[in-house]
């Protein structure tokens, strides 16, 4: 993000967004996000990159008001097309959209900013690269005239779309000549993986997972439905004779997936190499933000402090402790990372819980404090703001619920009474005043007030203990079975 003096400036600037799904449950979910993120970043090709999610924060209904720039650039992080891509996430961010992608994206004006949202990542024709990339990789010396690959996909009865990426690229790998034979096969549909001893008859065969990311199917599913001992297993006794399978790495974290993220990027619909402008709202936010530092000041857990041309920031009940006594960052994704999970090791999906594990500081120069204070309070700085200038707008329960659809479409049919129950419960700890309940916030940490952060919508959090507790499947304890 940008800088120094925040000053407005009348360069051009684009902002790239890549969105994930993200989880409730596990904080390692969106890892695969932050590592590209961080990749493209570095390359600095764009003026910011910003994660978004379904499941985490910022949120998808959020994550367009923390860009800089009025030039956005959309890409969903997901390894095919299906209801995610077509459903959800066109939905929460307002395009306007829903159904298949066209090859070229689509472009909308939202509030001042061009957004263009491509197709996923893993359906970009230059994934079959990595492909054969994580083949070699697998087998150094695989050869067209004994050596067979599989690509192997998740497979779902949900979208039809889902599968045609994996038989599309086995196709085009087909018609290269590299491997003796290829196969889609498929862990949730038909031809499923286990089947490979009947279908291949090259001696060797090397498996790629068309997955995004290294997790519960690759390493313990997939190896269980082939008789996997390791990244090499010789089987000795198939219908064709003896055959060795070459585990490979999944393609979605191979390095060259950011070069995928970045042609479509330059292939979206309406990409102009003049960029856009510094959105207004978001300058002045953070410019009320760095204001609030130089003078020193509380936000939610955090105190702020400037110090020698830098700015400390540590949890507010460390105010007093020396620096020696505690773990010390200089970066804003060392800020991030520290924070992610409170003192018991869990997650933290919801950054403003009253949950911020002790113990840190990070010190970091304004540059950096502004998307390390964004890490640690994902959309607050821009929402509060908003709310600080009676320009917030709140979306009630009702609107929220009658938006949901898929499995939590029966959020529609909880009673007001179920809602504000699930709602005393996941919103009895966290910072954020109900908005969208009705609450009232005169006040915000801007004029003052460290705790006062506005919620103008039901989190995603809320939405699915909502669904389970409609379902009957909420625990005496509150939490989801």
Request: charged share 25%; glycine share 10%.
């Amino acid at each position: 993000m940008p800088a120094a003096e925040l000053a407005l400036e009348c360069w051009s600037m684009r902002s790239l967004v890549l969105i994930g799904h993200g989880s409730h449950l596990n904080g390692e979910s969106a890892a695969a996000v932050y590592r590209y993120a961080e990749l493209i970043r570095g390359r600095g090709l764009f003026d910011e990159v910003v994660e978004g999610y379904w499941k985490e924060e910022p949120s998808l209904r959020q994550v367009l008001k923390t860009t800089a720039s009025t030039d956005v650039t959309v890409i969903p992080m997901f390894i095919s097309e299906g209801y995610f891509t077509e459903t959800v996430i066109p939905r929460e961010l307002g395009l306007g959209h829903q159904g298949p992608v066209p090859p070229e994206g689509i472009a909308r004006v939202l509030g001042g900013r061009t957004v263009r949202y491509t197709l996923p990542y893993g359906v970009h024709p230059s994934m079959r690269d990595v492909i054969v990339e994580r083949a070699r990789e697998a087998l150094p010396d695989l050869d067209a005239a004994d050596t067979a690959l599989v690509v192997l996909g998740h497979g779902t009865t949900r979208n039809e779309n889902s599968n045609r990426v994996i038989y599309e690229n086995a196709q085009a790998l087909r018609g290269s000549g590299l491997f003796a034979e290829v196969h889609a096969l498929f862990l949730d549909e038909d031809p499923k993986v286990g089947t490979w001893p009947e279908k291949i008859t090259a001696p060797r065969v090397v498996v790629v997972p068309f997955f995004a990311s290294e997790g519960w199917h690759t390493l313990e599913t997939i190896p269980e439905d082939m008789g996997l001992t390791g990244d090499v297993t010789e089987f000795p006794d198939t219908p064709h004779g003896p055959q060795t399978v070459y585990y490979a790495k999944p393609v979605g974290t191979h390095p060259a997936v950011a070069d995928v993220i970045l042609h479509l990027a330059e292939e979206a619909r309406g990409a102009s190499e003049r960029g856009g402008d510094e959105d207004r709202a978001w300058h002045a936010a953070w410019q009320a933000l760095v204001s609030l530092a130089r003078r020193g000041g509380r936000l939610g857990e955090v105190l702020i402090s400037a110090q020698s041309g830098v700015y400390e920031v540590r949890h507010a009940l460390d105010e007093g402790r020396p620096g020696s006594d505690l773990t010390t960052v200089v970066t804003p994704e060392g800020l991030r990372d520290l924070t992610r999970r409170d003192e018991g090791g869990n997650h933290r999906p919801v950054h403003t819980l009253r949950n911020l594990p002790r113990g840190w500081r990070a010190v970091l120069s304004e540059d950096d404090l502004v998307r390390g204070v964004h890490f640690l309070y994902p959309a607050v700085v821009e929402e509060t703001y908003a709310h600080h200038c009676r320009t917030l707008r709140a979306t009630p329960w009702p609107t929220t619920a009658r938006r949901q659809t898929g499995i939590y479409s029966r959020v529609q049919r909880a009673t007001p009474e179920q809602v504000e129950h699930v709602a005393s419960e996941v919103c009895a700890n966290c910072l954020r005043t109900r908005l969208w309940a009705g609450e009232t916030l005169a006040q915000t940490f801007f004029s003052g007030v460290p705790g006062a952060i506005p919620c103008a919508e039901a989190c995603t959090l809320l939405v699915a203990e909502v669904r389970e507790e409609v379902s009957g499947k909420r625990g005496a304890g509150g939490h989801s079975h």
